[in-house]
């Protein structure tokens, strides 16, 4: 089992940057690939990135391609997303998940464990 915890979520203007870290426990962390989704009040829960257990693969959903990165430290336990260049659409709950399947899916329901988010708001 894998337990995540997000951190690094705030209040920022448009424009800002944030860099969001998930601390995975367990021995298994660099079996998973990771991935990133987010929830705006009122909205579905949305895929966001995604990354490979090696870090050699990823994805991003189109509305975040080239402003976002995803990356991630075995050795730590811990994936990242860099946000640049913030927008207010970006506000929302981000939330790292783990896939023991190594998909790389943007499918909500191919993710196995889940963190309880961090607050990302964007003023403009």
């Known amino acids: 089992q894998v337990q995540l915890v997000e951190s690094g979520g705030g209040l920022v203007q448009a424009g800002a940057s944030l860099r969001l870290s998930c601390a995975a426990s367990?021995?298994?962390?660099?079996?998973?690939?990771m991935g990133w989704f987010r929830q705006a009040p009122g909205k579905e829960r949305e895929f966001v990135a995604a990354?490979?257990?090696?870090?050699?693969?990823?994805r991003y959903a189109d509305s975040v391609k080239g402003r976002f990165t995803i990356s991630r430290e075995n050795a730590k336990n811990t994936v990242y997303l860099q946000m640049n260049s913030l927008k207010p659409e970006d506000t929302a709950v981000y939330y790292c998940?783990?896939?023991?399947?190594?998909?790389?899916?943007?499918?909500?329901?191919?993710?196995?464990?889940w963190g309880q988010g961090t607050r990302v708001t964007v003023s403009s």
């Open positions: 367990g021995r298994t962390f660099s079996r998973y690939a």
């Open positions: 990354i490979s257990w090696s870090g050699s693969t990823t």
């Open positions: 998940a783990a896939d023991q399947s190594s998909l790389l899916s943007d499918n909500k329901y191919e993710y196995d464990y």
